[in-house]
């Protein structure tokens, strides 16, 4: 269990091996696989903007956002400060996690302490808030959970950044359209549809610090109207050894914590769509080792760590009523440990 202010679960007797197990296996899955990838061609750029006349400036194509004003409207027409990140620019600046994403925005600047990924806006990220301040949405549905009403950007996030179609992050308290936690703004990540996988997806990778990766997924659209995607990852990496100097002496291994550094996860996205209904589904866990010695923790014991778990499901139902009204409805289960 985790209570406010010792955010860490220590169980030397927890096996590691299982973990390792599972990433071996993702992997064997991924590279399997490969043969059935699809490449997802990306869309060519506009070129040089100096040289376009203004009426071809006003055809460029600008995407939609949704977390403005709760419905789909241009993004010159939100009535807010609006960035959206695409998936082309994704792959492009080779992000890993919707921390790096937010990193790169005007205003916004993450922070790491070896456990969780904070997230700072406009000069402002108190320590110990949990992202708290920030409202974090997953195709509309509310992720901060009602614990620490925490929001989960690194590696402890709930989605793998190759299903993220667009981020849509709204700047500005929108506490009078969403209440709790749109303090300083709304982030809203739109998934990829069945039809823009077009089929599977597989993918693996290996780094540094003993780190493999793999990520197994499928999508397709039918003439039918239903649309489909699957998806499971996971990822290991043994971490780095660090050195502290607040904790230089003979007692505390001269500062040097070893084996402490580890971080792992696995996950599992679903969606089920078809016309105006909507299912879907999310899974994760992630097991990250403290090798600072937070909240009076031994320093150098690798049994030290944090747990997160966290799942939704969520069914929807859209319609249009009237030329300027629309109702949403939805029933949802979320479960975080």
Do not use: C
């Not at 108190?126 to 614990?147: A, C, I, K, Q, W």
């Not at 679903?270 to 010695?293: F, Q």
């Amino acid at each position: 269990m985790r209570a406010r202010g010792t955010p860490f679960t220590i169980d030397a007797g927890r096996s590691r091996r299982r973990h390792g197990r599972f990433a071996a296996a993702v992997l064997a899955v991924a590279l399997l696989s490969l043969r059935s990838v699809r490449a997802a061609a990306a869309p060519e750029p506009p070129g040089d903007l100096t040289q376009l006349s203004l009426e071809e400036l006003l055809e460029i194509k600008i995407p939609d956002v949704v977390a403005a004003s709760r419905f789909s409207q241009k993004t010159v027409d939100a009535p807010a400060s609006v960035s959206v990140v695409t998936a082309e620019e994704i792959r492009r600046y080779g992000y890993r996690t919707l921390g790096d994403i937010l990193n790169g925005l005007p205003g916004l600047y993450t922070s790491y302490d070896r456990n969780y990924t904070y997230l700072g806006t406009r000069g402002f990220s108190r320590p110990g808030d949990y992202n708290t301040r920030v409202l974090l949405l997953l195709d509309g549905h509310r992720l901060n959970d009602n614990v620490f009403e925490q929001a989960l950007l690194g590696t402890e996030g709930i989605l793998d950044v190759e299903l993220i179609d667009r981020v849509e992050v709204v700047r500005g308290p929108s506490s009078s359209v969403y209440g709790t936690n749109a303090f300083f703004g709304v982030i809203n990540v739109v998934t990829r549809r069945g039809k823009d996988l077009g089929g599977f997806e597989a993918e693996a990778a290996g780094a540094s610090f003993g780190t493999t990766a793999g990520r197994l997924a499928f999508g397709r659209s039918t003439a039918s109207g239903f649309e489909v995607v699957a998806s499971a990852s996971g990822y290991d990496s043994a971490g780095q050894d660090l050195y502290f100097k607040e904790f230089d002496t003979p007692e505390t291994n001269h500062g040097v914590a070893v084996g402490g550094d580890y971080d792992r996860y696995r996950r599992g996205f679903a969606r089920v769509s078809r016309g105006r209904l909507d299912l879907e589904a999310a899974y994760s866990s992630r097991e990250k080792g403290v090798p600072t010695g937070a909240f009076g923790t031994v320093f150098n014991d690798p049994s030290t760590r944090v747990t997160d778990e966290r799942a939704f499901v969520d069914l929807r139902y859209d319609r249009a009523v009237g030329e300027r009204s629309e109702l949403s409805t939805s029933v949802y289960h979320d479960w975080y440990r």
